[in-house]
């Protein structure tokens, strides 16, 4: 009997070792993919630009007061490498951004907020490092335009060129737990809040640039 039972721990502890050590590979080596939802602020300072009309006179005062919140949806995937981790982003965001614009054309000076709305598919990748579930990354993110309307257009001698592409980078910390993926990024534009925005045929002198910071979720329906 004791021959029988000490046969039986000699065959269990090498398989529950294998088990163990199959379950630990599998992680370091999975892959998941599903959603994902973001939400955060553009991070703006105040800024001031100027409207002239054809004599080369001021006729508005237009400062970047601020940002309404982003918001991002859409599907995430993720393959870690042992110590490494690779992980891809497809999101729609909304944001917007608002302006002060104070008129010189009238005798009563009154300012009137006017607000921009833009639509973006952004798609991104994000290399870095993992170590029990805590990661940090940094990556390349494609904006593509997909929507835009302004009320800046009812100025006088206001024009706009979009570009329909634009760029950036993102760099992120984040924390896998379970199906869950947590993540805090900051996502570095290049552009500015007024590359498309000219007044005739000058370029406004805005310099700020729509980067943003924010908190991310994903769920993945493969783990």
């Known amino acids: 009997m004791k021959l029988f039972i000490s046969l039986a721990l000699l065959l269990t502890i090498p398989f529950l070792a294998t088990s163990q050590y199959s379950k630990k590979a599998r992680e370091n080596y999975a892959s998941r993919y599903g959603i994902k939802i973001l939400g955060g602020a553009i991070l703006t300072h105040p800024e001031n630009t100027y409207v002239g009309n054809d004599k080369d006179q001021a006729i508005h005062q237009v400062t970047l007061a601020g940002s309404s919140p982003q918001f991002s949806a ?12 690779a992980e891809g982003n497809a999101l729609v965001s909304r944001y917007g951004m608002k302006f002060d614009v104070l008129s010189y054309v009238s005798d ?3 300012i009137k907020t006017m607000e921009e709305k833009f639509t973006y598919v952004d798609l991104q990748v994000i290399g870095g490092l993992i170590s029990n579930g805590f990661r940090i990354g940094v990556g390349p993110v494609m904006h593509i335009l997909a929507g835009h309307n302004s009320e800046l257009e009812t100025l006088e001698s206001y024009k706009q060129n979009l570009r329909g592409i634009s760029y950036g980078f993102s760099g992120c910390v984040g924390y896998d737990l379970g199906r869950f993926s ?3 990024k900051y996502d570095k534009a290049f552009r500015t809040v007024g590359d498309h925005i000219y007044y005739r045929n000058k370029k406004s ?3 700020e640039t729509p980067d943003a910071l924010v ?4 769920y993945a329906i493969s783990n």
């Open 74 to 85: 859409g599907l995430w995937g993720q393959k870690r490498f042992g110590w490494l981790y």
């Open 108 to 110: 009563w000076r009154d």
């Open 182 to 184: 947590f993540d805090v």
């Open 205 to 207: 002198l805005f310099l």
């Open 215 to 218: 908190i991310s979720v994903a």
